[in-house]
């Protein structure tokens, strides 16, 4: 089946030590995108890819990054990560969206991210 | 600025008794609406996409209605595995082509 792949599923990293989180998708979508959620609150972007083309949110910290080094792979890093940090991180793929649509975006299982 | 409104936040409903939630926006237009549920501890599941007034969609016992200023879900006669939080999307226009605005959600805890 088609998928939206992260790894790892629960992430425990200490006060400042940078981590990486990873997703991976067999959709061959264009668009892949990272959201952070905190407990009881709505998904917010911090960023998405358009293919290679990064797009970041005007309030993403700087401590937030993001590779893409093909289309099946995204990654995202948080340099040094705070106690503020401590939240569930989605990645999500869509096709395109063309101009004036939409098309649907597709999450993955999401990382639990624990900061000591 | 575009605000998506869900309501209620939480809803308790016993086995077989239906109920709906509202998801209502405003936005300077609609590309489209999209509602998805989330268990605790994972990520959103795509249930369906709504593009314009009128439109209905149903998949088992959930159905997904549209008017130009808010969408309802339609549960009818709910199990327990329907208990989970609806999410529900709105893609606006004049956002940029692949930004979502959110609701926060509406728990639904469905007892036996």
């Known amino acids: 089946d088609a998928m939206v792949i992260q790894n790892p599923r629960y992430q425990v990293t200490q006060f400042g030590k940078p981590v990486t989180l990873s997703c991976s998708q067999t959709?061959?979508?264009?668009?892949m995108y990272w959201y952070q959620q905190k407990s009881s609150q709505a998904p917010k972007l911090l960023f998405h890819?358009?293919?290679?083309?990064?797009?970041n949110e005007a309030d993403t910290p700087d401590n937030f990054q993001s590779r893409r080094p093909n289309t099946s792979f995204c990654f995202l890093d948080i340099r040094s990560p705070g106690l503020g940090d401590a939240a569930m991180y989605l990645c999500?793929?869509?096709?395109?969206?063309?101009?004036?649509?939409?098309?649907?975006?597709?999450f993955g299982p999401g990382t639990r991210l624990t900061v000591l | 600025e575009d605000q998506v409104t869900q309501s209620p936040e939480a809803l308790r409903l016993q086995e077989g008794e239906s109920s709906s939630l509202n998801c209502s926006y405003t936005?300077?237009?609609?590309?489209?609406l999209f509602w998805y549920r989330q268990d605790p501890g994972k990520g959103p599941e795509f249930l369906f996409t709504?593009?314009?007034a009128g439109e209905e969609k149903e998949k088992e016992r959930l159905k997904a209605t549209l008017t130009k200023k808010e969408s309802f879900l339609h549960i009818t006669a709910p199990k327990p595995e329907d208990s989970a939080t609806y999410l529900c999307?709105?893609?606006?226009?004049?956002?940029?082509?692949?930004?979502?605005?959110f609701g926060a959600g509406t728990t639904v805890t469905v007892r036996a």
């Open positions: 959709l061959n979508h264009n668009v």
């Open positions: 709504l593009y314009s």
């Open positions: 936005v300077s237009g609609l590309r489209g």
């Open positions: 999500a793929t869509s096709g395109l969206a063309g101009v004036g649509g939409t098309d649907t975006q597709y």
């Open positions: 999307a709105v893609h606006p226009k004049g956002s940029n082509d692949y930004k979502l605005s």
């Open positions: 890819y358009y293919d290679k083309d990064f797009n």
